[in-house]
């Protein structure tokens, strides 16, 4: 697979990966204590947790570096892009599966890594024709066979350029979102050593651009096979520090986004957020306030260190 050096790139693009493995760590931080570090979001006492710890120092900056370069260097990776050798979303596809696959604990059989396929049907709009794409998922099982709790960590392999349509086009996409898929390699990578009660997917979709049809299709298959999914961390443009609205620039800290109101409220549970003011307690909202909580307690034992 093609290794692109900084060469390659322009400075101010250079500067934005770099920007982004100055704190990429802490995101790992509240993602991987959140998983693991309690079975409820609420009323929790956050303590540092030595496990955790290890998992946190683990994280490699080179390597996180190496997959963005290596991601970005495939020049597009749109949904529909046509099938070539080193470049577009199938030889993308390939080197993130090629990565799971020589895991160890794929190798030992622990962790199984598959390519979900699903046909797409014409929408008359960004999908001009019937089209097969597919989910890279990588799939830890739990070690409790009584605990059928499933957490999902994902972020989106496919790139756009400024037309969405613009199918062969450069797209390096180094932080849409080759940083976000970067970062569950990464987790991969480390957390896959480990065991856990519940089951852990490690979730690369497509399609994003196109309508959010990766996610579509894993969210009906969840649904389908009625897995009881606790949290599902989306990482998108983890590593893109400057607001394209307000300009503000911002490398110091991670921004964590949740649902307030849901999108499917029916007419009683919207009675009932108003009558007792919880826009702010939803299960998303609790879970991020956590995820806040833990980093806080990790990333100051973190940089102590």
């Given at each position: 697979?093609p ?88 030889a ?5 599966k ?29 999908i001009?024709e ?17 605990d ?75 649904k ?8 599902m ?6 590593g ?57 307690a990790?990333w ?5 260190n």
């Amino acid at each position: 697979m093609p290794y692109f050096s900084a060469k390659s790139y322009n400075q101010e693009q250079v500067m934005q990966i770099n920007m982004w493995k100055k704190y990429a760590l802490g995101a790992f931080t509240g993602l991987c204590a959140t998983l693991f570090g309690a079975s409820s979001f609420a009323q929790t006492l956050v303590m540092r947790d030595a496990e955790v710890a290890k998992m946190v120092q683990a994280v490699d900056a080179e390597r996180l570096e190496e997959y963005v370069y290596t991601l970005a260097g495939f020049g597009t990776r749109h949904s529909l892009s046509e099938r070539a050798e080193g470049r577009g979303i199938d030889a993308s596809q390939e080197y993130v599966k090629a990565f799971f696959d020589a895991l160890p604990a794929a190798k030992a059989g622990r962790l199984e890594v598959v390519l979900d396929r699903f046909t797409v049907p014409a929408d008359g709009r960004r999908i001009p024709e019937d089209v097969e794409l597919a989910n890279i998922m990588a799939t830890l099982k739990g070690s409790d066979p009584q605990d059928d709790r499933v957490f999902i960590v994902s972020a989106h392999i496919d790139s756009r350029a400024l037309n969405v349509m613009d199918r062969s086009g450069e797209a390096p996409g180094a932080n849409d979102d080759g940083s976000g898929v970067a970062g569950v390699m990464e987790m991969a990578r480390i957390l896959s050593e480990h065991r856990f009660p519940a089951t852990l997917v490690f979730l690369i979709v497509t399609g994003e651009e196109q309508g959010l049809k990766g996610a579509e299709h894993m969210a009906k298959r969840a649904k389908a096979e009625e897995w009881n999914l606790v949290a599902m961390l989306n990482n998108d443009m983890i590593g893109n520090s400057r607001s394209s609205g307000t300009e503000l620039a911002d490398n110091t800290r991670v921004r964590i986004f949740s649902e307030g109101i849901p999108v499917a409220e029916t007419e009683r549970g919207a009675a009932i957020r108003r009558y007792t003011n919880a826009e702010n307690d939803s299960p998303s909202r609790q879970l991020a306030r956590y995820m806040k909580e833990v980093v806080s307690a990790m990333w100051i034992s973190w940089r102590s260190n």
